[in-house]
Protein backbone atom coordinates (compact mmCIF):
# COMPACT_ATOMS: atom_id res chain seq x y z
CA UNK A 1 0.00 0.00 0.00
CA UNK A 2 1.01 3.50 -0.14
CA UNK A 3 3.59 4.69 2.11
CA UNK A 4 3.31 8.55 1.41
CA UNK A 5 -0.43 10.19 0.77
CA UNK A 6 -1.06 13.37 -0.93
CA UNK A 7 -4.40 15.31 -1.57
CA UNK A 8 -6.05 16.69 -3.00
CA UNK A 9 -4.96 14.14 -6.07
CA UNK A 10 -7.14 17.16 -8.32
CA UNK A 11 -8.12 20.64 -7.86
CA UNK A 12 -8.97 23.33 -10.28
CA UNK A 13 -8.77 26.86 -9.03
CA UNK A 14 -8.93 30.65 -10.24
CA UNK A 15 -6.49 32.51 -11.31
CA UNK A 16 -5.11 35.05 -8.67
CA UNK A 17 -5.86 32.34 -5.66
CA UNK A 18 -3.99 29.86 -3.35
CA UNK A 19 -3.89 26.28 -3.51
CA UNK A 20 -2.30 23.57 -1.10
CA UNK A 21 -1.19 20.54 -1.61
CA UNK A 22 -0.64 18.00 1.49
CA UNK A 23 1.57 15.52 1.53
CA UNK A 24 2.17 12.99 4.33
CA UNK A 25 4.11 10.07 5.53
CA UNK A 26 1.24 7.61 6.60
CA UNK A 27 3.56 5.01 8.87
CA UNK A 28 6.52 6.98 9.16
CA UNK A 29 8.15 9.88 10.08
CA UNK A 30 10.46 11.98 7.41
CA UNK A 31 12.34 15.03 9.04
CA UNK A 32 12.96 15.94 5.09
CA UNK A 33 10.36 15.46 2.05
CA UNK A 34 10.57 16.47 -1.79
CA UNK A 35 8.51 18.43 -3.92
CA UNK A 36 8.43 17.63 -7.25
CA UNK A 37 7.25 19.40 -10.87
CA UNK A 38 5.91 17.36 -14.07
CA UNK A 39 4.99 18.80 -17.35
CA UNK A 40 3.40 15.89 -19.84
CA UNK A 41 5.78 13.67 -21.08
CA UNK A 42 8.43 15.56 -18.73
CA UNK A 43 10.41 14.02 -16.04
CA UNK A 44 10.02 15.00 -12.82
CA UNK A 45 12.11 18.22 -11.98
CA UNK A 46 13.03 19.02 -8.16
CA UNK A 47 11.60 21.86 -6.80
CA UNK A 48 12.13 22.23 -2.71
CA UNK A 49 13.77 20.30 -0.14
CA UNK A 50 10.86 20.62 2.65
CA UNK A 51 12.69 20.61 5.57
CA UNK A 52 11.08 19.86 9.32
CA UNK A 53 11.32 22.75 11.58
CA UNK A 54 13.60 25.03 9.24
CA UNK A 55 13.40 26.37 5.91
CA UNK A 56 12.84 24.97 2.70
CA UNK A 57 15.33 24.77 0.26
CA UNK A 58 14.94 25.61 -3.05
CA UNK A 59 16.18 24.78 -6.40
CA UNK A 60 17.36 27.77 -8.82
CA UNK A 61 14.81 29.10 -10.45
CA UNK A 62 12.09 28.21 -8.23
CA UNK A 63 10.42 31.13 -6.84
CA UNK A 64 10.07 30.39 -2.79
CA UNK A 65 7.39 33.40 -2.36
CA UNK A 66 5.25 31.62 -4.99
CA UNK A 67 5.87 28.24 -4.00
CA UNK A 68 5.45 28.41 -0.07
CA UNK A 69 6.74 24.82 1.51
CA UNK A 70 5.72 24.59 5.35
CA UNK A 71 7.02 21.34 6.90
CA UNK A 72 5.29 21.98 10.44
CA UNK A 73 5.10 18.11 11.52
CA UNK A 74 7.58 14.91 10.94
CA UNK A 75 4.16 13.62 9.00
CA UNK A 76 3.15 16.85 6.93
CA UNK A 77 4.48 18.85 4.23
CA UNK A 78 2.52 21.04 2.49
CA UNK A 79 2.92 23.21 -0.90
CA UNK A 80 0.88 26.20 -1.43
CA UNK A 81 0.96 27.57 -4.81
CA UNK A 82 -0.25 31.27 -4.50
CA UNK A 83 -1.46 33.54 -6.70
CA UNK A 84 -1.83 30.95 -9.07
CA UNK A 85 -2.05 31.45 -13.24
CA UNK A 86 -2.41 29.13 -15.80
CA UNK A 87 1.20 28.46 -16.66
CA UNK A 88 1.38 26.86 -13.05
CA UNK A 89 -1.13 24.40 -14.22
CA UNK A 90 0.75 20.89 -14.24
CA UNK A 91 0.94 17.63 -11.84
CA UNK A 92 3.06 18.01 -8.41
CA UNK A 93 4.61 14.96 -6.58
CA UNK A 94 6.10 14.59 -2.92
CA UNK A 95 8.54 12.49 -1.86
CA UNK A 96 9.91 10.95 1.56
CA UNK A 97 12.89 8.81 2.67
CA UNK A 98 12.07 6.12 4.72
CA UNK A 99 14.81 5.45 6.81
CA UNK A 100 13.70 1.94 8.14
CA UNK A 101 13.87 0.84 4.42
CA UNK A 102 17.49 2.53 3.99
CA UNK A 103 16.25 5.93 3.32
CA UNK A 104 14.34 4.47 0.01
CA UNK A 105 12.41 7.13 -1.70
CA UNK A 106 8.30 6.89 -1.99
CA UNK A 107 6.93 8.79 -3.94
CA UNK A 108 2.79 10.18 -2.97
CA UNK A 109 0.41 9.43 -5.65
CA UNK A 110 0.54 13.30 -7.08
CA UNK A 111 -1.50 16.46 -7.71
CA UNK A 112 -2.81 17.95 -10.92
CA UNK A 113 -3.64 21.37 -10.52
CA UNK A 114 -5.54 22.96 -13.33
CA UNK A 115 -5.69 27.41 -13.18
CA UNK A 116 -8.31 28.39 -15.07
CA UNK B 1 26.28 17.99 -9.18
CA UNK B 2 25.03 14.56 -10.40
CA UNK B 3 24.03 14.25 -14.21
CA UNK B 4 21.86 10.91 -15.39
CA UNK B 5 21.35 10.25 -18.79
CA UNK B 6 18.53 7.47 -19.70
CA UNK B 7 17.92 5.42 -23.29
CA UNK B 8 16.27 5.36 -24.75
CA UNK B 9 13.08 7.78 -25.11
CA UNK B 10 10.94 5.21 -26.31
CA UNK B 11 10.90 1.44 -26.47
CA UNK B 12 8.03 -0.50 -27.77
CA UNK B 13 8.44 -4.57 -27.23
CA UNK B 14 5.92 -7.40 -28.31
CA UNK B 15 4.27 -9.04 -25.31
CA UNK B 16 6.61 -11.78 -24.02
CA UNK B 17 10.26 -10.20 -24.94
CA UNK B 18 12.65 -8.76 -23.13
CA UNK B 19 12.85 -5.05 -22.43
CA UNK B 20 16.39 -3.16 -21.64
CA UNK B 21 16.65 -0.07 -20.69
CA UNK B 22 20.16 1.92 -19.41
CA UNK B 23 20.98 4.80 -17.15
CA UNK B 24 24.56 6.49 -16.79
CA UNK B 25 25.32 8.99 -14.25
CA UNK B 26 28.30 10.99 -13.47
CA UNK B 27 28.86 11.22 -10.02
CA UNK B 28 30.97 8.16 -8.90
CA UNK B 29 29.68 9.03 -5.00
CA UNK B 30 26.35 8.00 -6.10
CA UNK B 31 25.51 4.68 -3.81
CA UNK B 32 21.44 4.47 -4.36
CA UNK B 33 20.00 3.38 -7.69
CA UNK B 34 15.91 2.71 -8.04
CA UNK B 35 14.05 2.23 -10.53
CA UNK B 36 10.92 3.87 -11.24
CA UNK B 37 7.43 3.15 -13.16
CA UNK B 38 5.06 5.41 -13.37
CA UNK B 39 1.49 5.17 -15.17
CA UNK B 40 -0.17 7.98 -16.80
CA UNK B 41 -1.67 10.40 -14.01
CA UNK B 42 0.13 8.13 -11.69
CA UNK B 43 2.72 8.81 -9.10
CA UNK B 44 6.20 7.12 -9.49
CA UNK B 45 6.47 3.67 -8.05
CA UNK B 46 9.53 1.84 -7.16
CA UNK B 47 9.76 -1.35 -8.79
CA UNK B 48 13.41 -2.34 -7.76
CA UNK B 49 16.52 -0.73 -6.37
CA UNK B 50 20.19 -1.13 -6.19
CA UNK B 51 22.76 -0.17 -3.88
CA UNK B 52 26.45 0.26 -4.71
CA UNK B 53 27.86 -2.88 -3.06
CA UNK B 54 25.85 -5.27 -5.47
CA UNK B 55 26.36 -6.05 -9.02
CA UNK B 56 22.98 -7.37 -9.61
CA UNK B 57 19.25 -7.46 -8.26
CA UNK B 58 16.61 -10.11 -9.46
CA UNK B 59 12.76 -9.99 -8.15
CA UNK B 60 10.65 -11.94 -10.64
CA UNK B 61 10.66 -10.23 -14.10
CA UNK B 62 12.75 -7.35 -13.08
CA UNK B 63 16.39 -7.60 -13.02
CA UNK B 64 18.94 -4.33 -12.21
CA UNK B 65 22.42 -4.46 -13.14
CA UNK B 66 25.34 -1.71 -11.77
CA UNK B 67 28.99 -1.15 -13.40
CA UNK B 68 30.23 1.12 -10.83
CA UNK B 69 33.57 1.35 -12.63
CA UNK B 70 31.71 2.29 -15.95
CA UNK B 71 29.13 4.60 -14.33
CA UNK B 72 26.21 2.35 -15.86
CA UNK B 73 23.01 0.62 -14.61
CA UNK B 74 20.20 -0.89 -16.68
CA UNK B 75 16.81 -2.49 -16.40
CA UNK B 76 15.74 -5.73 -17.87
CA UNK B 77 12.22 -6.42 -17.85
CA UNK B 78 11.72 -10.50 -19.07
CA UNK B 79 8.17 -12.08 -20.62
CA UNK B 80 7.13 -8.28 -20.86
CA UNK B 81 3.22 -7.64 -20.45
CA UNK B 82 0.70 -4.81 -22.07
CA UNK B 83 0.42 -3.84 -18.13
CA UNK B 84 3.87 -3.05 -17.91
CA UNK B 85 3.70 -0.30 -20.73
CA UNK B 86 4.41 2.65 -18.87
CA UNK B 87 7.05 5.24 -18.04
CA UNK B 88 10.35 4.18 -16.58
CA UNK B 89 12.38 6.17 -14.92
CA UNK B 90 15.82 5.71 -13.65
CA UNK B 91 18.01 7.65 -10.46
CA UNK B 92 20.54 8.15 -8.74
CA UNK B 93 21.37 9.41 -5.78
CA UNK B 94 24.01 10.11 -2.50
CA UNK B 95 22.23 10.71 0.05
CA UNK B 96 18.79 12.71 -0.07
CA UNK B 97 20.09 14.07 -3.31
CA UNK B 98 18.37 12.54 -6.00
CA UNK B 99 18.50 12.78 -9.66
CA UNK B 100 16.12 11.39 -12.08
CA UNK B 101 16.67 10.14 -16.01
CA UNK B 102 14.67 11.59 -18.47
CA UNK B 103 12.42 8.25 -18.67
CA UNK B 104 11.50 6.15 -21.50
CA UNK B 105 8.43 5.14 -22.60
CA UNK B 106 8.01 1.42 -23.01
CA UNK B 107 4.62 -0.33 -24.80
CA UNK B 108 4.40 -3.78 -24.60
CA UNK B 109 2.29 -4.46 -27.86
CA UNK B 110 -0.02 -7.51 -27.38
Known amino acids: GAVVSQHPSRVICKSGTSVKIECRSL??????MFWYRQFPKQSLMLMATSNEGSKATYEQGVEKDKFLINHASLTLSTLTVTSAHPEDSSFYIC????????????FGEGSWLTVV | GENVEQHPSTLSVQEGDSAVIKCTYSDSASNYFPWYKQELGKGPQLIIDIRSNVGEKKDQRIAVTLNKTAKHFSLHITETQPEDSAVYFC?????????FGAGTRLTVKP
Open chain 1, 27 to 32: DFQATT
Open chain 1, 95 to 106: SAPRSANGNTIY
Open chain 2, 91 to 99: AASRGNDMR
